[in-house]
């Protein structure tokens, strides 16, 4: 399997999930503004997000898709098949159990998150939407079971295709279902519960096909089978540390939305915007090289071909500086045209626009960092090395607190980003350092002539988005929308050509990522 192709198929998918994610916010920032509103409906969406990625994203495939890899590099398919039906129904009966506590419990959770929303109109709405989305997080972690089973198999489309779903549903119940409602917010949420049941939908024919649909056990004597698979106890035992650790990362994001809410009201949801345009390139780079890799990862540790698992990080980290600083770059030096041209409409005011460009530098600050942990961390997880990243995910957030303390006095919302953006290029730091002392890092890559390259590369690049940012009167621009969208068209287009002109010239050539790509 090519692995550059494979990353481009995903990459391009998910571009087609952050572009309808955008189109949602446009929507969401156009019809609501940022106000306590839409910090309550970021709040209570906040949650299901939380434990999604505790019970399935982060946790889940770390745990997960190397034990799958590694019976499946076996060929015995009736032990792949055992071991995700034992597993489907332990994270069932595991998620029905955490439904119901959420909904019974969602006042309390939200005092948790957001004390700054207590005793208000946003605090009850907050609660009524994290009762009606909790729902969802059952629904998008069977969907992560799925996408664990697809990605093992090197099944990238559907997986990366899935999250356009929820953005649809979400813009559907937004335009189609909210004049309808007394409280027309209330609509994101049922929104986001249509969006979870057409994610879980789409999976069904693809695992069919692939002879993995997943049984799940219903009878008293299923579910304690389940908890004696020898293999579903293995993920059990990884996953110990994996909750631990992604626990660690959800842990410093309440605290900062705690803080957020008890900052200037908006505060929420410029972070939340921020974050959509922030998500862009974490996504279509981290995310979609991190999925190609681990399961390539898995199988090449399983066979103790250590060479070749070093390769692979080398590319995915290559390739990630390559991509990942313009995006770095374009965040903290345009973030003003972006945020004008995306959400500078309707309820969306001028003020909005600043304090979310705010947070966008601050997020540039730290991208490659955010990016290059999602590479990182799989070096460790394809090794059932999970106690590593915990480690340091817990001087991480530690880290990023005591960062708080000091940044969110003197920039407010965008000292949180920068907390984040910190903390994260420490925590790829260190995910660095731990895999270069295990050896899973060949020493004769050149790393210092390819970073001066880059960096040669990216000045002329900075230089344009500066006096491209500065030369235009973004709010201004607000009359004549399309003039301003083809103006930020025609600046991106034209930084993209001398960007990767400039790499040409320096000695960076393409053939290097398909040499690699296997």
């Given amino acids: 399997m090519n692995l550059l192709s494979a990353a481009a198929k995903v990459s391009s998918l998910t571009m087609i999930s952050r572009i309808t994610g955008l189109l949602r916010e446009t929507l969401i920032a156009r019809s609501f503004g940022a106000s306590e509103w839409t910090d309550a409906f970021n709040v209570a969406f906040r949650l299901p997000n939380l434990l999604r990625r505790l019970f399935a994203e982060g946790a889940f495939s770390q745990a997960f898709v190397p034990i799958l890899g590694e019976i499946s590099s076996q060929g015995d398919v009736k032990q792949s098949q055992n071991l995700v039906n034992a597993i489907a129904t332990i994270l069932f009966w595991a998620l029905l159990i955490t439904v119901f506590l959420g909904v019974i419990g969602a006042p309390i959770l939200i005092l948790v998150i957001a004390t700054g929303l207590k005793n208000g109109p946003a605090y009850d709405a907050s609660v009524v939407m994290t009762r009606i989305m909790f ?3 059952g629904l998008i972690s069977l969907v992560s079971l799925s996408a664990g089973i697809l990605n093992t198999f090197q099944r990238f489309a559907i997986p990366a295709f899935t999250p356009v779903l929820l953005n649809v549903a979400l813009i559907g119940s937004a335009i189609g279902l ?12 049922i929104g986001v519960v249509l969006g979870g049941v057409l994610q879980l939908l789409i999976q069904i024919p693809a695992l069919k096909r692939l002879g993995l649909l997943p049984r799940i056990g219903l009878l008293p004597k ?33 605290i900062n939305t705690n803080i957020a809410s008890r900052l200037q009201a908006g505060s929420v949801s410029w972070l939340s915007y921020a974050d959509r ?3 862009f390139p974490t996504a279509l780079l981290g995310v979609a090289l991190g999925t190609v890799l681990l399961p390539s990862l898995s199988k090449a540790n399983a066979k103790q071909d250590l060479q070749h698992a070093g390769e692979l990080l080398v590319w995915g980290l290559q390739l990630t500086f390559l991509l990942a600083a313009p995006c770095a770059i374009t965040l903290f030096l345009f973030g003003e045209p972006l945020a004008a041209v995306l959400y500078h409409y309707g309820k969306f005011s001028a003020l909005d ?5 705010r947070a966008l530098a601050a997020y540039g600050v730290g991208l490659i960092g955010l990016i290059l942990v999602k590479i990182l961390a799989p070096g460790f997880y394809s090794r059932q090395d999970i106690r590593t990243p915990v480690r340091i ?3 991480v957030l530690v880290a990023t607190q005591l960062a708080n303390l000091i940044f969110v006095p003197l ?8 907390s984040i953006g910190l903390g994260a290029c420490l925590n790829a730091t260190l995910l660095w350092t731990g895999l270069k002392k295990r050896g899973a890092l060949p020493n004769s890559v050149g790393w210092h002539k390819y970073l001066l390259q880059l960096t040669v590369a990216l000045i002329p690049f900075s230089l344009l988005l500066y006096c491209a940012s500065s030369n235009h ?21 034209i930084a993209a050509i001398v960007y990767f002109a400039a790499l040409w010239l320096v000695g960076i050539r393409w053939q290097k990522f398909l040499r690699h790509a296997k």
Avoid: C
């Fill in 411 to 418: 920039f407010g919302h965008a000292g949180l980003a920068l």
């Fill in 178 to 189: 909210s004049p309808y409602l007394n409280q027309p917010i209330y609509a994101l949420a």
């Fill in 277 to 279: 345009l922030m998500e």
């Fill in 135 to 137: 729902p969802y997080i």
């Fill in 393 to 395: 995910g817990l001087i």
């Fill in 473 to 493: 009167n973004w709010i201004a621009l607000q009359d004549t929308p399309w003039i301003r969208i083809g103006l930020l068209g025609l600046w991106l287009s």
């Fill in 222 to 254: 299923t579910i304690k089978a389940a908890l004696k698979n020898p293999n579903a106890r293995r993920v059990l035992r990884l996953m110990g540390p994996a909750v631990f650790a992604v626990s660690v990362a959800q842990i410093s994001l309440i």
């Fill in 353 to 357: 626009v600043l304090m979310t460009q």
